[in-house]
């Protein structure tokens, strides 16, 4: 019972516990907001375990649904700030999460908010981590934001659509090899730590979903001198990933296809490579070597 109560101290993590909670309130999750509750314990000990929290720690969470994580993470570490967008889904978590006083609850955009801020309001804690079952709606753009956030965190761990997991831990080649993997393999190590199915989530989601862990680095993987340059860069080529690298380069940022041979063979890369084969070394070469000529 002890352990039930740190893991799920709402106890929520039932689709029955869940259902009475959304009648109640009048509550229809939104399928557009892409709003599931998690009602499985064992995958929120999965998701706890990933973010390894130290009782001095403090967690920022995006999305706080019903708060079966926040009062999970509450009582793990020091402070928990945790914004929500859905305005009457913050005020039943808000009620519900009352007892905790070291849960700091927000209504809030977390694509527009101001984070730092936020967490600036709680100078007791040193270390934050980021510790959040992302909305599958706006995944991909809170991942970017975080990315361009990660200097006010040790660490991440989100629980995404497991495509999307693919996609941050995807090599050169593959399939999820994208602007995404580059974001985020640059600033981060990644590592999918558990997949959950459907059933651990309620309303049930149409895909599966992966935890995933990001350690992040004091300074980016490769040395890269303009970053918005670059970013546009791998843009081009990831755009149109299957396009040979020229192509895609001369199509998307206009320079002229001779030049670009020019450049690419410089750098030591074959003009008829497919972008999605490029590694983060390549990339970050070729942003350079355009800066140059450009």
Same mark, same amino acid.
């Given at each position: 019972?002890?352990?039930?109560?740190?893991?799920?101290?709402?106890?929520? $993590?039932?689709?029955?516990?869940?259902?009475?909670?959304?009648?109640?309130?009048?509550?229809?999750?939104?399928?557009?907001?892409?709003?599931?509750?998690?009602? #499985?314990?064992?995958?929120?000990?999965? *998701?706890?375990?990933?973010?390894? %929290?130290?009782?001095?720690?403090?967690?920022?969470?995006?999305?706080?649904?019903?708060?079966?994580?926040?009062?999970? %993470?509450?009582?793990? $570490?020091?402070?928990?700030?945790?914004?929500?967008?859905?305005?009457?889904?913050?005020?039943?978590?808000?009620?519900?999460?009352?007892? &905790?006083? #070291?849960?700091?609850?927000?209504?809030?955009?977390?694509?527009?908010?101001?984070?730092?801020?936020?967490?600036?309001?709680?100078?007791?804690?040193?270390?934050?981590?980021?510790?959040?079952?992302?909305?599958?709606?706006?995944?991909?753009?809170?991942?970017?934001?975080?990315?361009?956030?990660?200097?006010?965190?040790?660490?991440?761990?989100?629980?995404?659509?497991?495509?999307?997991?693919?996609?941050?831990?995807?090599?050169?080649?593959?399939?999820?090899?994208? *602007?995404?993997?580059?974001?985020?393999?640059?600033?981060?190590? =990644?590592?999918?730590?558990?997949?959950?199915?459907?059933?651990? &989530?309620?309303?049930?989601?149409?895909?599966?979903?992966?935890?995933?862990?990001?350690? &992040?680095?004091?300074?980016?993987? =490769?040395?890269?001198?303009?970053?918005? &340059?670059?970013?546009?860069?791998?843009?081009?080529?990831?755009?149109?990933?299957?396009?040979?690298?020229? #192509?895609?380069?001369?199509?998307?940022?206009?320079?002229?296809?001779?030049?670009?041979?020019?450049?690419?063979?410089? $750098?030591?890369?074959?003009?008829?490579?497919?972008?999605?084969?490029?590694?983060?070394?390549?990339?970050?070469?070729?942003?350079?070597?355009?800066?140059?000529?450009?």
């Amino acid at each position: 019972m002890a352990e039930t109560l740190t893991v799920d101290p709402l106890r929520l $993590c039932s689709v029955k516990a869940v259902r009475r909670l959304l009648k109640e309130h009048r509550l229809r999750p939104s399928k557009a907001m892409g709003q599931s509750f998690v009602v #499985n314990r064992f995958a929120l000990v999965k *998701i706890l375990e990933a973010a390894a %929290l130290q009782p001095d720690d403090g967690a920022l969470e995006i999305g706080t649904g019903l708060g079966t994580l926040t009062a999970a %993470l509450a009582t793990r $570490c020091r402070q928990v700030v945790t914004l929500e967008k859905d305005r009457r889904l913050f005020a039943t978590a808000r009620s519900l999460l009352v007892s &905790f006083a #070291n849960v700091a609850p927000h209504h809030a955009d977390g694509l527009k908010a101001d984070w730092s801020s936020l967490l600036l309001r709680h100078p007791e804690v040193r270390r934050w981590k980021f510790v959040s079952n992302l909305p599958y709606a706006v995944s991909k753009p809170l991942l970017m934001r975080l990315m361009d956030e990660r200097k006010l965190f040790s660490d991440a761990t989100v629980t995404v659509q497991r495509e999307v997991a693919q996609r941050m831990a995807a090599q050169p080649g593959a399939e999820g090899y994208s *602007i995404l993997t580059v974001a985020v393999q640059l600033y981060a190590d =990644v590592e999918v730590a558990a997949t959950l199915p459907p059933k651990d &989530f309620y309303p049930e989601p149409e895909v599966w979903s992966s935890v995933v862990k990001m350690r &992040f680095l004091q300074k980016p993987r =490769v040395a890269v001198s303009d970053e918005r &340059f670059f970013f546009r860069v791998a843009e081009a080529v990831l755009m149109q990933r299957r396009k040979m690298v020229v #192509n895609a380069l001369s199509n998307r940022l206009g320079i002229p296809k001779e030049k670009t041979q020019v450049v690419l063979r410089g $750098c030591g890369i074959d003009p008829k490579r497919r972008g999605e084969t490029l590694t983060l070394e390549e990339l970050a070469g070729l942003a350079a070597a355009l800066t140059t000529r450009l």
